[in-house]
Nanobody, 122 residues
Framework: QVQLVESGGGLVQAGGSLRLSCAAA????????VGWFRQAPGKEREFVAA????????DYSGSVKGRFTVSRDNAKNTVYLQMNSLKPEDTAVYYC???????????????WGEGTQVTVSY
């Protein structure tokens, strides 16, 4: 089992930045692809970004590409999501998830954190 805990969410003004962390306990995260997803009220959970086990490969949704950066520190068993130039439409609960399979779909991930709220004000 892998327990994932997100942190770093909060309230920020449009144009600001936040860095989310996803820390793992119980098992090493270093063999897993890790994804970030988000869910806004009344909307489906959507893919944001993912990073492979080594950190050598990443991908992003079109809505965040160029603004968000995913990275990982396997020595610390932690994955990060640096979010810059935040927009009100980025407001959502952000989840990290670990997968032994695919990248882009929630059902491909076997382990999930509880989520952290990100609110971007005008």
């Amino acid at each position: 089992q892998v327990q994932l805990v997100e942190s770093g969410g909060g309230l920020v003004q449009a144009g600001g930045s936040l860095r989310l962390s996803c820390a793992a306990a119980g098992r090493t995260l270093s063999t897993y692809t890790v994804g970030w997803f988000r869910q806004a009220p009344g909307k489906e959970r959507e893919f944001v970004a993912a990073i492979n086990w080594s950190g050598g490969s990443t991908d992003y949704s079109g809505s965040v590409k160029g603004r968000f950066t995913v990275s990982r520190d396997n020595a610390k068993n932690t994955v990060y999501l640096q979010m810059n130039s935040l927009k009100p439409e980025d407001t959502a609960v952000y989840y990290c998830a670990a997968s032994g399979r695919g990248w882009y779909f929630a059902h491909e991930y076997g382990y999930w954190g509880e989520g952290t709220q990100v609110t971007v004000s005008y």
